[in-house]
T-cell receptor
Framework: KQEVTQIPAALSVPEGENLVLNCSFT??????LQWFRQDPGKGLTSLLL?????REQTSGRLNASLDKSSGRSTLYIAASQPGDSATYLC???????????FGTGTRLKVLA | DTAVSQTPKYLVTQMGNDKSIKCEQNLGHDTMYWYKQDSKKFLKIMFS???????INETVPNRFSPKSPDKAHLNLHINSLELGDSAVYFC?????????????FGSGTRLTVV
């Protein structure tokens, strides 16, 4: 049974810092991994989607890496801004399935 | 031009009532999902429909009944509401019955049972 864990659960950093959010999963037989952002009281916004055959994906200041064999993904945020404050969720889908298993989330606060 | 829209956004109701949440997507996707986010912010899948056919039915009380009149709509009906049903319910859609292109989520319906 796939389990997804995100560390840390909460993170507070000063503006301008580069930071890394971690996601680990127990079953390495994944199809792909998606990073989402959730703002308080809002829905989920897709940030990056990494297929199992890919090592990383980049979008603006965001870079997500995937190491399937070790069951890990990281989301790197460069030059953090107060507007980056949100909860970040990773989700993995297994081979042959079409549902995502979500992690527990990392609540990020970037201080001005 | 909301891609996945849910109504209502907030729902407060008494125990024992029956209520429905509606979801519509204008992305032309074939597959739609209902997820539940509990008080600890943990998201868990409940149901999925592909072209009006139920393809995922997780361990959910049978008081919850999804209905898909067409592939652009997926509604969730809940009978005999209980306090433990209080949560945020998210609708999502994907291009097909695959996660190949990821999901698109709605903004959620916050259900509070009192």
């Amino acid at each position: 049974k796939q389990e997804v864990t995100q560390i840390p659960a909460a993170l507070s950093v000063p503006e301008g810092e580069n930071l890394v959010l971690n996601c680990s999963f127990t079953d390495s037989a994944i199809y792909n991994l998606q990073w989402f952002r959730q703002d308080p009281g809002k829905g989920l916004t897709s940030l990056l989607l990494i297929q199992s055959s890919q090592r990383e994906q980049t979008s603006g200041r965001l870079n997500a890496s995937l190491d399937k064999s070790s069951g890990r993904s990281t989301l790197y945020i460069a030059a953090s801004q107060p507007g980056d404050s949100a909860t970040y969720l990773c989700a993995v889908s297994g081979s042959g399935t079409y549902k995502y298993i979500f992690g527990t989330g990392t609540r990020l606060k970037v201080l001005a | 031009d909301t891609a996945v829209s849910q109504t209502p956004k907030y729902l407060v109701t008494q125990m024992g009532n029956d209520k429905s949440i509606k979801c519509e997507q204008n992305l032309g996707h074939d597959t739609m999902y209902w997820y539940k986010q509990d008080s600890k912010k943990f998201l868990k899948i409940m149901f999925s429909y592909n072209n009006k056919e139920l393809i995922i039915n997780e361990t959910v009380p049978n008081r919850f009944s999804p209905k898909s009149p067409d592939k652009a709509h997926l509604n969730l009906h809940i009978n005999s509401l209980e306090l433990g049903d209080s949560a945020v319910y998210f609708c999502a859609s994907s291009q097909a019955a695959t996660t190949n292109y990821g999901y698109t989520f709605g903004s959620g319906t916050r259900l509070t049972v009192v």
